[in-house]
């Protein structure tokens, strides 16, 4: 069983371990810290998940730091060559920058999906 467990504006893919029987978790994507979390049951798994983004966040408030995102708003995409080409081609027909045509195609992608 794999889903994703949102809270706060943090994210984490859940797993469950057949060798620990629980369920668990890691908050990826940040760099300076390392949040995980587990639990026997559902339940359990929740509570711990809320509790650890709660702990970091009341963690950077008192040392006066802004918490980190998962997601910075900005990534590399390797296209390869010819679709990096169509891409460019179709950007300058549509009177956009290359960046607007991928936002656009991965909008158009994820409303469809």
């Known amino acids: 069983m794999n889903s994703i467990m949102k809270y706060k504006g943090y ?4 797993k469950y371990s057949d060798e620990d029987e629980c369920f ?4 990826e994507g940040l760099k300076n810290v390392s949040i995980s979390f587990e639990g026997e049951t559902v339940k359990e798994l929740k509570k711990d998940f809320k509790a650890a ?3 970091y966040l009341s963690v950077c ?3 006066k730091e802004e918490p980190e995102k998962q997601c910075k708003g900005s990534l590399n995409v390797r296209l390869g060559v010819d679709l ?3 891409a460019k081609i179709k ?3 549509k009177h956009i920058s290359i960046n607007e045509l991928i936002k656009e195609a991965v909008t158009l992608y994820l ?3």
Do not use: L, P, V
């Open 11 to 14: 994210w984490a893919e859940i």
């Open 84 to 86: 990096h080409n169509k």
């Open 91 to 93: 950007s300058i027909e």
């Open 111 to 113: 409303k469809n999906s």
């Open 24 to 27: 668990c978790g890691i908050i």
């Open 61 to 63: 408030k008192e040392e």
């Open 53 to 55: 983004i709660d702990h």
